[in-house]
């Protein structure tokens, strides 16, 4: 950010102090703008930034909208920003602006993941270079931030590990297995003499069941029965509390025992891996539906596929196949990406098998859905990664149609990723937000931005209404016309 673009920031700062109360969407402006201001601080930029903060303390808690809304209240009250020690105070800075950051992607805001990655790497690189002075300073917070820091960069590495099989080039490859790498580092930091021991065993048994999954250097007995070992503990040492957060978290745990019985993989692992989902289904669909239509249905699915890989049985066929529907169906309306991973592993198997109408169907949903996400995603690092998946996911969708007859749908498929690519050339959004604010301001800036979000979010919402979606079957004849 530029000196002009800061003094912008302090302007428009300034004449929202002046206003006599604020409404929601100038709550949130504040706080957009104290953060901008946080993140290049000098003098000027602190003392309004100070003032937005006292005036935000109580706004934010008199709204209580969600947990971002009282964690940032809280944090300010503190007065952990406001410190007169210029290092204490870029030690909370960084603090800040990585937590509030990170529980905004928690709570479902796009474009986040990059954001707390990066001020929390920030933060542990001055920690680790200052020694214990800094870890003083911040005493407790330091170990929850590191274990936010480890749980984000697996977060984005398991959201981008099936571009892996694509064979991406050298440097994408590389990026994307350092994000499993930091999280192990951090993770094994942690473990030595961290008090949230659940928690950090929880991460580390995860991200070493995506070592064996994923890197031939881990794929040996010891790696995954560790990461079952280490996450079973995390699942004793959770306990069985009935808090909203005791369960949210038991349940994950659950989620992340099954996913590694399921790497490891015999068939006694599976039922296991079933019996454990099943028993949580039931609890999450109380208190956390979001579950079963996300990750929970992902996991489902795939424990299905390997019984039946186990078994051949026609009625495990069956049951696999409507998981991945069910989870389909539930996944597209909630969260993408999951309904993504959905298709797309279907669409492997029937293609494994040489089913090839059922691999063109299923490569046909995650087309849809993967033109759906590019139109959602507000970070342009997440776009580039769905528009290289769906040139491969395009490919496949045309090769099985192709191979069960249906030339025309399979033409249609190639067209769909066609599609995707240019709603990417075309999208408003890459824009230059700076050029405007030069021109007219950052107001103008910022009220140009929602406006086009809003026509962002209006198509996707046309885009997933489509009659098509209903039927799949009818996807290409919709497609067509």
Request: proline share 3%; glycine share 6%.
């Amino acid at each position: 950010m530029t000196q002009e673009d800061q003094r912008r920031r302090r302007a428009d700062a300034e004449a929202l102090l002046r206003l006599p109360r604020w409404n929601d969407e100038e709550i949130d402006h504040a706080v957009a703008l104290h953060d901008l201001l946080l993140e290049s601080p000098d003098g000027e930029s602190d003392r309004v930034a100070a003032a937005l903060r006292k005036r935000l303390t109580l706004a934010l808690r008199q709204r209580s909208r969600d947990i971002i809304d009282l964690t940032r209240a809280q944090y300010f009250a503190a007065g952990w920003l406001d410190s007169p020690d210029p290092f204490q105070r870029r030690l909370s800075d960084l603090h800040y602006l990585g937590l509030s950051s990170y529980l905004g992607l928690q709570a479902g805001v796009p474009g986040l993941l990059d954001r707390a990655i990066g001020f929390l790497l920030e933060l542990d690189r001055v920690v680790q270079e200052s020694g214990t002075t800094a870890r003083d300073l911040l005493g407790e917070r330091y170990d929850t931030a590191m274990i936010n820091l480890a749980a984000a960069c697996y977060l984005r590495y398991d959201g981008r590990r099936e571009l892996l099989v694509l064979q991406p080039p050298p440097e994408v490859e590389h990026e994307i297995r350092a994000d499993l790498e930091q999280a192990v580092e951090v993770g094994e930091r942690l473990l030595r003499d961290s008090s949230h021991r659940a928690e950090v065993l929880g991460l580390l048994g995860s991200c070493y069941a995506r070592r064996y999954e994923d890197d031939e250097r881990y794929k040996n007995q010891r790696t995954i029965d560790l990461a079952i070992a280490w996450l079973q503990q995390a699942v004793d040492l959770a306990g069985t509390g009935s808090s909203p957060a005791e369960m949210a978290n038991r349940i994950g745990l659950t989620d992340k025992v099954a996913g590694a019985l399921l790497a490891r993989d015999t068939l006694r692992d599976v039922d296991t891996a079933i019996e454990l989902l099943t028993a949580i289904r039931a609890e999450a669909q109380a208190f956390f539906p979001l579950y079963n239509a996300a990750g929970g249905a992902l996991t489902t699915a795939t424990a299905r596929l390997h019984r039946w890989m186990h078994t051949r049985s026609p009625e495990d066929r069956e049951s696999a196949r409507q998981a991945y529907l069910d989870g389909f169906s539930a996944a597209v309306d909630v969260h993408l990406p999951t309904a993504i991973d959905l298709a797309t592993q279907w669409g492997g198997w029937a293609r494994g098998e040489g089913w090839w109408a059922e691999a063109g169907e299923a490569y046909g949903r995650a087309m849809r859905v993967l033109h759906l996400a590019v139109r959602r995603q507000a970070s342009r690092e997440e776009r580039a990664f769905i528009l290289l998946k769906a040139t491969g996911v395009a490919a496949m969708a045309a090769f099985a149609l192709a191979r069960s007859g249906a030339a025309d749908d399979a033409l249609v498929a190639l067209e769909t990723g066609q599609a995707v690519l240019l709603a990417e050339a075309f999208d408003r959004r890459s824009f230059d937000y700076d050029r405007i604010a030069a021109v007219a301001g950052p107001r103008k800036a910022d009220r140009y931005q929602f406006l086009t979000t809003e026509m962002t979010r209006l198509e996707a919402l046309l885009l997933a209404a489509d009659p098509a979606r209903a039927d799949p079957a009818r996807a290409s004849e919709v497609a067509a016309r």
